[in-house]
């Protein structure tokens, strides 16, 4: 199984600044008809988690553009340009390259 | 408005199975997959497995095989999961996901989620 990686665990952020989540991968992410599958989600507490970027860098219908995806391979980095207080919860990178699906442990995003 | 509505929150036995069910809304059922997903008390998520609905083609995540079976009736617009011979380490929030059939880890909308409790 491919394992995912997040760091960090915890991220104190301040409201207007911007904050960095980075998700590495135990094998590349590329699958075999080139895409790169690699999604970020957002969970809220009591709630179902939400879709913010698919294959690496595409935001989802709906997230506002202070989210962004990039990376490449086995590494990727999801960015919040101005942090928002709704933006608190907790990330989850997920690679969907390969069976079974496997998801990072989480980073919990928590205003300062 | 395209949604998910899942069963209820289930209280079961050790060694005992649950079905929850995933009722699909306003698309069209048979041209996306569903993801079951779950999460216990205070921990990350966990990928269970895929169905394709059009076919029926499963993919379950070993840890599951023989225990779990993904299924869906077209008639109703609905996806079950059955996981059987319960331990308490199975008390989490199962989640299904709609997942697009040619954008792998696209999930979107999700289930609100089902409680199932395992306790004796």
């Known amino acids: 199984d491919i394992v995912m990686t997040q760091t960090p665990l915890s991220s104190p952020a301040t409201l207007g600044q911007p904050a960095s989540i980075s998700c590495r991968s135990s094998?590349?992410?590329?699958?075999?008809?080139?895409?790169?599958?690699l999604s970020w989600f957002h969970q809220r507490p009591g709630q179902p988690p939400r879709l913010l970027i698919y294959?690496?860098?595409n935001r989802f219908s709906g997230v506002p553009d202070r989210f962004s995806g990039s990376g490449a391979g086995t590494d990727f980095t999801l960015k919040i340009s101005s942090v928002e207080a709704e933006d608190v919860g907790v990330y989850y990178c997920m690679q969907a390259t390969q069976f079974p699906y496997t998801f990072g442990q989480g980073t919990r995003v928590d205003i300062k | 408005q395209v949604q998910l509505l899942q069963s209820g929150a289930e209280v079961k036995k050790p060694g005992a199975s649950v079905i929850v069910s995933c009722t699909a809304y306003?698309?069209?059922?048979?041209?996306?997959?569903i993801s079951w997903v779950r999460q216990a008390p205070g921990q990350g998520l966990e990928w269970m497995g895929w169905?394709?609905?059009?076919?029926?083609?499963?993919n379950t995540a070993q840890k599951f095989r023989g225990r779990a079976t993904m299924t869906t009736d077209t008639t109703t617009n609905t996806a079950y999961m059955e996981l059987r011979s319960l331990t308490s380490d199975d008390t989490a929030v199962y989640y299904c996901?709609?997942?697009?059939?040619?954008?792998?880890?696209?999930?979107?909308?999700w289930g609100q989620g089902t409680l199932v409790t395992v306790s004796s």
């Open positions: 996901a709609r997942d697009h059939k040619y954008i792998y880890g696209w999930f979107d909308p």
């Open positions: 169905i394709s609905v059009h076919d029926g083609n499963t």
């Open positions: 094998q590349s992410l590329v699958h075999r008809d080139g895409n790169t599958y």
């Open positions: 306003d698309y069209m059922f048979t041209n996306y997959g």
């Open positions: 294959k690496v860098s």
